[in-house]
């Protein structure tokens, strides 16, 4: 059951769902109680998501829940249960969200809720259930990186790690742990240490999906370092690992990197074919982190190749997959490559605009971009800083630092469908829509419309409209059709053109 505010509890709903847990109440007599409460107006339906129902209660009536449920002396066991129900939940999304395919409603299912999922870790910390709080805070990794909660992820991590070692945390679960919080602290300190720490455990273990897990995230934090010859030989010994399990997903991540060492060493040519053969199997699987992950470095090499054509399609099509998922990380790299862009053609205030975005976004979620695109941005910043002078690239960058993320996003997407214009005609080298009215949009598909171009999901939009998931996914597709436009980022685009953002 999913509160209104604060921190609550979930139990409820967690015995009605779950049969595996004890419990003397039969699941007919849950559901009449919470028909009851309905009826009472002291729970309220909220948009579903996925198949299941989700019920609100006021802050008021969970606190006196709270209360009543401390002074019944069953609270230890109730949090207890309850933890355990998140720890099972966070089972499945290590299994689902991190060895196979994303599934993005399944995601969202978790996403959901994350708020029982703080208040069960804090529960654990509290009772120093130092095994349980591992296993939570690592299985739930996935929804930590995918929904870029990263520093939140690292931290809860970071609580737990520090009290090793102890012998009630069986290896896998530590080994596990330290894999998820090198992976969340890329470009950190410790990182690398953190994955070669967890490869040896696993290799103990005898876990060698484990250790190729390990093995390609230290060939994509390497990469990030410049050291491509350690880097490609990591994402060699992983690849036959994901071939032989059938993790296409991780195939195509590991094939990628094996592309980034390649450039990294001067073999273009090799580095696009590998990065290209690695977008084919993310599409394959539609398998939108893959395809965002390989247009950002597809999106760097034309940049750095000298095809700005080539890049900004990808850079394009990245932010778009990005957007789709609502993965502010991947979101950071293509803005900061699309800045970049932007100041190889002379564009200078708008790149700045960019890197006032990007920092901005890196800032909010405490990420740190990999080495070659951050030290190329930072070259590219210094040019247009040096183009603009001091004064306009500051005031520049920090109206692109207090912008709106839907307006960088949709000024970005407008820049890379034409990154040809003349600077001096920019503004009116891609030809104007009709307005609202005349495209036909409703008023709901109009707030629909506004949020999208805000960089909202599909679920966040059904939630702040309080209509299902699959709604806003129709309505955004009747948008498409009225605007004539294939992508989110050009519904964003257009948007920002009509002044609706």
């Avoid at 998140?86 to 499945?92: I, K, R, S, T």
């Avoid at 949020?451 to 009747?478: F, K, P, Y």
């Amino acid at each position: 059951m999913r509160r209104e505010t604060g921190v609550g509890s979930r139990e409820l709903d967690g015995v009605a769902r779950d049969s595996r847990l004890p419990s003397p109440v039969s699941p007919v007599s849950v559901f009449e109680g919470v028909a009851s409460l309905l009826e009472k107006s002291l729970v309220r339906e909220i948009p579903a998501i996925g198949d299941g129902q989700r019920y609100a209660m006021l802050e008021t009536i969970r606190e006196f829940g709270l209360d009543r449920l401390r002074e019944s002396g069953e609270e230890a066991e109730i949090r207890r249960r309850h933890a355990a129900w998140y720890g099972e939940l966070a089972e499945e999304a290590w299994q689902r969200l991190y060895h196979e395919p994303v599934d993005e409603a399944f995601l969202a299912e978790v996403d959901a809720e994350l708020d029982d999922i703080r208040t069960a870790l804090a529960w654990l910390e509290q009772t120093d259930d130092l095994a349980g709080l591992l296993t939570l805070a690592g299985a739930i990794g996935p929804l930590w990186y995918f929904r870029s909660h990263r520093s939140e992820g690292v931290e809860w991590l970071r609580r737990g790690l520090g009290r090793l070692p102890d012998p009630r945390v069986p290896p896998a679960i530590e080994a596990r742990a330290v894999h998820v919080a090198g992976s969340l602290s890329e470009g950190k300190p410790g990182a690398v240490e953190r994955l070669e720490e967890s490869a040896r455990i696993w290799e103990r273990l005898g876990d060698r999906w484990g250790v190729a897990a390990s093995s390609y995230e230290l060939a994509k934090q390497i990469n990030g370092l410049g050291d491509h010859r350690r880097a490609a030989a990591y994402a060699r010994a992983a690849i036959p690992v994901f071939e032989e399990f059938g993790n296409t997903e991780w195939l195509a991540d590991a094939t990628a990197q094996l592309g980034v060492a390649a450039f990294g060493e001067g073999r273009v040519e090799e580095a696009f074919a590998e990065i290209e053969r690695a977008l084919a199997m993310g599409r394959q699987i539609e398998d939108w982190y893959g395809i965002g992950l390989a247009l950002n470095l597809l999106g760097f090499v034309a940049t750095e190749s000298g095809d700005p054509a080539r890049a900004a399609a990808a850079y394009r099509e990245s932010l778009d997959a990005w957007t789709r998922v609502g993965n502010k990380e991947g979101m950071t790299g293509a803005l900061a490559g699309i800045a970049t862009l932007a100041t190889t053609r002379g564009r200078h205030e708008l790149a700045a605009r960019l890197f006032g975005a990007t920092d901005n976004l890196a800032a909010a979620i405490g990420y740190s971009l990999a080495l070659p695109q951050r030290e190329r941005a930072e070259n590219a910043r210094a040019s247009t800083t040096e183009s603009l002078g001091r004064p306009a690239f500051d005031a520049a960058y920090a109206a692109g630092r207090t912008a709106p993320l839907g307006q960088s996003i949709a000024e970005a997407a407008e820049f890379s469908e034409n990154p040809f214009a003349d600077v001096a005609a920019a503004g009116s080298a891609i030809p104007r829509p009709a307005g609202a009215k005349e495209a036909g949009l409703t008023p709901r598909e109009l707030e629909v419309l506004r949020l999208l171009a805000e960089g909202r999901t599909d679920r966040e939009i059904g939630e702040l409209l309080s209509i299902s998931r699959a709604t806003a996914a129709r309505h955004i597709a009747n948008i498409f059709g009225k605007l004539n436009v294939s992508s989110r980022t050009a519904a964003a685009a257009y948007a920002f053109r009509q002044g609706l953002i």
